[in-house]
């Protein structure tokens, strides 16, 4: 299976070769190309999972490739999944598929967009999948490239802006990650940066809360964390609408990993030392997310605000450190990804139609495209945590989990259900419902193949609904092994 795992790290990368090097005439199989090499991934990382040991001691990578790159610097190729990482990495696959699928009909430089599709594939991959923290900035460098030219050759109109903006506190971002990175390899007692070896170490207080707060920094801008937020509306409103599903649904979860991984997972005592801090941004995320999201007239902007309120949710489980919350935490990354991948798939649908993102211009959609309102409307109900489907057995994870520690967090946190659910609703009587407006009479329905899309995301976001214990048994073990490292 060590095969399998790189196989599915590097196959995009080589199907971005091949769909450069196509010829001009057959530019439009550059999608064929990246649906394939896509759809083999997808198999491989389902494989993957299905071969991934459930065990109470499987807490350690599994699938793992060690190999010397750099003896010098003790860097290697270091690569492997466990419960924090293969959740996000199948999860990674199952958009980046369903995204060839929504951007079939691009037409505008098709080989370059399907070619830069894939080399975002293989970076996030690898950002899931190393093990070790040279290897792991690089892949989280090499996501910046592609994703910057996504937005800023196929955005809307503001989209050299946004591409800009996202670019700027991006880098900034990873330049403190890096000078963290840099600490905890010449703190440890060998330098290395082997992320296993560096978890198992002990270090000073102060090195541990140095490192704690450069890293913070570059994952928080990532999630995002309230102040380093403002890029995202800005990225969502401007990018296509794959790249929107792709920005929230998995780019996002980046710096939740980073979080739980090298914050939660290797420096304990900083942890502890900033966790009420922690758990204080969460709540500001979660409540000034969804009021922003209510005020937003646009519909990108509410399900953009509505991901950075949701996003809270992480931070929350990743402050109280009980196994519950943790796995709380990374449930959510995962329901999130589904969640807010599909709704900003519904609102691609809608503006492909309409022409318009204006919720004040829309109105009586309901009667002209019944399956993209009624898909609508379950994605709206996932998002504010209807029993059943995946985002109420994550939120549930997360405040069971938090409230013997953060009561007066996971209260406010609770509330602002409350909120979400009525933001939500109104946007969905002022869209869908109401008389139908008369330049809305000849609007027609999903085709087949958004069809056969979102009815993909759907049935997961109903399945570990259902039966979340499809997720937990991998989520579990991993998320055990760190909140070990905090009992008194």
Do not use: C
Not at 99 to 113: D, G, H, K, M, Q
Not at 211 to 222: C, R
Not at 306 to 312: D, F, L, P, T
Not at 449 to 469: N, Q, R, Y
């Amino acid at each position: 299976m060590e095969a399998a795992l790189n196989l599915a790290i590097w196959l995009p990368f080589v199907a971005a070769i091949a769909i450069v090097l196509l010829p001009v005439a057959q530019e439009r199989n550059a999608r064929r190309v990246a649906l394939g090499a896509s759809g083999i991934v997808l198999l491989l990382a389902a494989l993957l999972a299905l071969s991934f040991s459930r065990l109470p001691a499987a807490g350690a990578p599994q699938f793992a490739t060690n190999l010397p790159w750099i003896p010098q610097l003790r860097v290697a190729y270091f690569v492997g999944l466990d419960g924090l990482s293969l959740p996000m990495f199948l999860l990674n696959a199952f958009l980046v598929f369903l995204a060839i699928l929504v951007s079939w009909n691009t037409t505008l430089r098709p080989r370059e967009y399907f070619a830069l599709l894939m080399v975002l594939e293989t970076a996030v991959s690898g950002v899931f999948a190393s093990l070790d923290f040279f290897l792991f900035f690089l892949f989280w460098e090499l996501e910046l490239a592609p994703m910057f030219l996504l937005i800023g050759i196929w955005g809307s109109a503001r989209r050299e802006y946004a591409a800009m903006k996202f670019i700027l506190y991006t880098v900034a971002g990873s330049a403190f990650m890096l000078v963290g990175i840099l600490v905890l390899y010449f703190a440890a007692p060998v330098n290395s940066f082997d992320m296993v070896y560096l978890a198992a170490q002990q270090y000073s207080p102060a090195v541990q809360s140095a490192v704690w707060l450069l890293l913070f920094i570059g994952f928080a801008v990532k999630i995002p964390i309230f102040p380093f937020h403002t890029w995202l509306p800005d990225a969502h409103t401007e990018a296509p609408t794959a790249i929107s599903v792709l920005l929230a649904g998995v780019l996002l979860k980046m710096g939740a990993y980073g979080l739980l991984r090298a914050n939660v997972g290797m420096l304990p005592e900083a942890t502890r030392q900033f966790a009420m801090a922690l758990a204080v941004l969460a709540v500001i995320n979660v409540l000034y997310g969804a009021l922003v999201a209510m005020m937003q007239s646009d519909l990108k902007r509410v399900i953009a605000n509505s991901s950075i309120s949701h996003m809270g949710y992480v931070v929350l489980g990743a402050s109280a450190l009980t196994p519950m919350a943790l796995e709380g935490a990374v449930f959510q990354m995962f329901a999130h990804g589904t969640i807010t991948g599909l709704l900003f798939i519904m609102v691609g649908l809608v503006y492909d139609r309409t022409h318009t993102r204006e919720i004040s211009d829309l109105g009586g959609l309901a009667g002209r495209m019944p399956f993209i309102a009624v898909t609508f409307v379950v994605a709206a109900l996932a998002s504010l945590g209807l029993p059943g489907l995946s985002g109420f057995v994550a939120e549930f994870l997360v405040f069971v989990g938090s409230f013997p520690v953060w009561r007066w967090a996971t209260v406010l946190a609770v509330f602002t259900i409350v909120v979400t659910a009525g933001y939500m609703l109104w946007l969905l009587e002022r869209v869908f419902f109401g008389p139908e407006r008369p330049q809305w009479g000849r609007l027609g329905d999903a085709s087949r193949l958004e069809v056969a899309t979102v009815s993909a995301l759907l049935a997961v976001i109903v399945l570990v609904g259902v039966f979340p214990a499809l997720l937990g048994g991998i989520i579990i073990p991993s998320v055990s092994a760190i909140a070990a490292r905090y009992v008194v």
